[in-house]
């Protein structure tokens, strides 16, 4: 298959932020029986992140709070892209900024290095006290990001919308106005876990991110309503843990799904989970996974 001009072995790809730098996977995963992996968010400048404890598991998922914790876009170009030339499967880069100008001095690092085939802009963490979401949250402020990053991008530009939002269809229209080749959701949900002994937040940062299968329903509505509201391709994100779950994804409109929190708890999920789609569409006949992509029946109803 095909996403924005970058030929892909199959539509299932590993998320930002729970795959490290995809260098810490190859001796557990086969990286090339992925369809592609997003390295976690880089900045300007490294990131520490934000104080621990910034994991708590849910009854179906997860909170994080890691702070998009990165050792910055030219540590990665100088010590970890190299590694990553040596696999042929394509190496997304997820991009962070606290400003404008972070975004395109990111993109602008990346654009003199080989081995990244496309960049996932993060205009929707909440993880952080400025920048990310506050870009993701409105249309105007998410043109103002995303097309100077277009503009001087030479590579693909996928922009990784929030659910923390009242409609995702101005956003997903705006993104693409401003020259996204293609969109990628969800992003977690802000959310709150409580220890009701010490009376504080289980989660160093008071507030996290919900991941997990108990977003998954959401999550599918949000990207049939993206699908609908925009002509470039989504990558369905959210709860996804099985071949099923992916095609599901893809029915509601998505041309490839990105796996996240489901590696927390089995490493070899994404590689699992593209064997599973593939057994799937065979059992189901379908020839090709794109063949699937909005063909969600009675939609709207």
Known sequence: MVLCGIP????????S???????EFERIVDLGRLGAFVVKGLSREP??????????????????????QNVGVKAFVRYKLPHLRRFHTPVFVNVFGYSVEDYCEVVRILEDAEGVAAYELNVSCPNTKCGGIQFGSDPAMLVS?????????????????SPNVDRIEPLAAAAESAGADALSL?????????????????????????SGPAIKPIALRMVAQAAQAARIPVIGIGGIASGEDAAEFLLAGATAVEVG???????????????????????ERVARASDLTGALKRWPA
């Not at 932020?17 to 260098?23: A, K, Q, V």
């Not at 990001?145 to 919308?161: G, N, T």
């Not at 969800?186 to 008071?206: E, K, Q, W």
């Open 261 to 283: 929190t489901a590696s927390f708890w089995d490493p070899r999920a994404t590689e699992r989970i593209a064997r599973e789609l593939e057994r799937w569409l065979a059992g």
């Open 47 to 68: 990131i520490r992140g934000n104080p621990p404890p910034r994991l708590w598991e849910t009854s179906e998922g997860m909170i994080n709070s890691v702070g998009l």
């Open 17 to 23: 932020g729970t795959f490290g730098y995809g260098i």
């Open 8 to 15: 892909l072995r199959n539509p299932v790809i590993a998320a």
């Open 186 to 210: 969800v992003n977690t949900f802000l959310a709150l876990a409580v220890d009701p002994v010490s009376r504080r937040p289980r989660i160093g940062n008071g507030m996290g991110g919900l």
């Open 145 to 161: 990001v995303v097309e100077p990053v277009c503009k001087l991008s030479r590579r693909p530009v996928i922009v990784k919308l």
